[in-house]
């Protein structure tokens, strides 16, 4: 950023924002939290945040935008019936679900039998749109697959529990009907468990990244590395959206169980609240598989929680429960040539030492294992005769 930029930033609103292509790199002017410490928290997520508008900024395509807009139009034919009037007047409240009064499945008074054609094809549209959206995050977002069928899962259960809810009182929560909050509270806690085994295995993963992949023996790089890669940001918008699925699925519940709509002044900020609220769920929805995709696209690993990756690993075979295996080989950062430095399954390192005739290995910066010799944190390569850091040498391409 020039000079002049930073001057008018500062004059706009008393920020100092360096942008960099790493967190740490990207400086705000402190104000509250300096005077007051339990407000600092917030401060790192507004810089979490300005640094996740600069990567979009960045790194997102058309193809992003493109999936980003066809979610946005999977809620709107959601939520709107364009003149169809199956949503606006109402529809035909006499007739309802599969059954007839007769008992029987679709007779000729069920509700299904009395759906406009138009409604029909419309909501076979939005149902392919939703369909299409999930198939291009799966393709912009492939280490975040089994994520996005977990935001699918909490949205579907959020909907499930609200209108069966509904079904049993239309005015819920405030016709005080005990099954209605029972089926609710199922709902609820259905899509927190969903939330909680997604945020794990995201936090576990980026850990796993950072032992990997940015390993120096200089304690306060690797909390560099940590903070660099810090989840604050993320976090909050997940706990957003598992909120929000909850107010979308109860506003859009609410919309149709009213029976004559017409009668209800405040009718139309329910349509309002869901459509709102869908609009702002796609966005969390792309964000939330977006920025653990840029941040660990590139590395070699799968988003899975610790035990789930240590099951996979011994079915695999990259782990031998009795006696741990090198996961990976070091390689010199400048020839590529392979180095005597070695990465266990776990993320630990061991090195060879450097004496003539020992056959020892310790992790660096501890003690041979044969002559007592300390493990020097750099490894020099037997082929170009360089001199690195140990991480350098388990250094492979990434986002950041």
């Not at 995201?202 to 992949?213: A, G, I, Q, S």
């Not at 690993?313 to 996961?327: C, K, L, M, S, W």
Request: hydrophobic share 45%; glycine share 8%.
């Amino acid at each position: 950023m020039t000079e002049a930029a930073v001057e008018e930033t500062e004059a706009g609103d008393g920020l100092v924002f360096h942008e960099g292509s790493r967190l740490t790199d990207l400086k705000i002017k402190q104000n509250l939290s300096i005077d007051y410490p339990r407000l600092e928290p917030f401060h790192h997520l507004k810089i979490e945040l300005m640094f996740h508008i600069y990567k979009i900024r960045n790194t997102w395509t058309v193809a992003h935008w493109t999936t980003l807009a066809i979610g946005f139009l999977a809620v709107i034919f959601s939520g709107w019936d364009f003149g169809i009037n199956e949503l606006s007047n109402g529809g035909d409240f006499y007739n309802v679900g599969f059954k007839g009064e007769d008992g029987g499945w679709f007779g000729s008074d069920s509700g299904i039998r009395n759906v406009h054609n138009a409604a029909i094809v419309l909501s076979m549209i939005t149902i392919g749109l939703w369909v299409i959206l999930l198939v291009r995050l799966w393709s912009i977002f492939p280490l975040m697959r089994s994520q996005a069928i977990s935001l699918y899962v909490a949205l579907i259960a959020a909907e499930f529990s609200q209108y069966w809810a509904h079904g049993y009182d239309a005015n819920f929560p405030f016709g005080g009907d005990s099954f209605a909050f029972a089926v609710t509270i199922v709902g609820f806690i259905l899509i927190a468990f969903v939330c909680f085994i997604l945020q794990r295995a995201v936090t576990e993963t980026r850990d796993v990244h950072v032992e990997e992949k940015h390993w120096h023996p200089d304690p306060r790089q690797r909390e560099i590395a940590k903070r660099d890669h810090s989840l604050i940001a993320w976090s909050a918008a997940l706990v957003i959206y598992c909120v929000l699925v909850v107010i979308h699925a109860w506003s859009g519940a609410h919309y149709v169980s009213i029976r004559q709509p017409g009668k209800v002044e405040w009718w139309w900020l329910l349509k309002s609240v869901y459509l709102i609220t869908g609009l702002i769920l796609v966005w969390l929805m792309v964000h939330v598989l977006w920025y653990p995709q840029i941040m660990l696209g590139s590395g070699e690993i799968r988003i899975e929680s610790t035990r789930a990756r240590q099951i996979s690993q011994v079915r695999e075979g990259t782990i031998d429960t009795n006696n741990q295996q090198p996961a990976r080989t070091g390689k010199c950062p400048d020839c590529g040539e392979k180095t005597a430095v070695n990465m266990l399954a776990d993320g630990e390192i061991e090195a060879a030492c450097a004496i003539d005739g020992c056959n020892g290995v310790a992790a660096p910066g501890e003690k041979c294992s044969v002559c007592g010799t300390r493990i020097s944190s750099r490894v020099i390569c037997t082929s170009c005769n360089s001199s690195a850091p140990v991480g350098n040498h388990f250094a492979d391409e990434e986002a950041w």
